[in-house]
Nanobody, 128 residues
Framework: QVQLVESGGGLVQGGGSLRLSCAAS????????MGWFRQAPGKEREFVAA????????GYGETVKDRFTISRDNSKNTMYLQMNNLKPEDTATYYC?????????????????????WGQGTQVTVSS
């Protein structure tokens, strides 16, 4: 069984930065794609970013492209999300997730249904 634990959330002013981390335990996740999603109150869970197991391929949601950067360190079993130029509309609970269904070197998915394991989430609040 895989456990995913997010950290790094908090309160930040608009224009500021945060770095989220997602630490995996229970098994090595270096062979699997991972992703970040977010959910604001009353809204559906939204794709933020994803990365292939190799790190060679990444994808971003349109609203965060050019502001957020996803990365991973397979030696630490950890994934990251660097968030810059944060806006109030980025306020949400951020979840990391693990996709064990496709081990292609360049594979990643933007669909929530592709991910079998999810963390508990970390809250990000951006003030105006």
């Amino acid at each position: 069984q895989v456990q995913l634990v997010e950290s790094g959330g908090g309160l930040v002013q608009g224009g500021g930065s945060l770095r989220l981390s997602c630490a995996a335990s229970g098994r090595t996740v270096s062979s699997f794609a991972m992703g970040w999603f977010r959910q604001a109150p009353g809204k559906e869970r939204e794709f933020v970013a994803a990365i292939s197991w190799s790190g060679d391929s990444t994808g971003y949601g349109e609203t965060v492209k050019d502001r957020f950067t996803i990365s991973r360190d397979n030696s630490k079993n950890t994934m990251y999300l660097q968030m810059n130029n944060l806006k109030p509309e980025d306020t949400a609970t951020y979840y990391c997730a693990l996709d064990i269904n496709n081990q292609g070197r360049y594979h990643y998915s933007s669909r929530t249904t592709s991910y079998a394991y999810w963390g508990q989430g970390t809250q990000v609040t951006v003030s105006s």
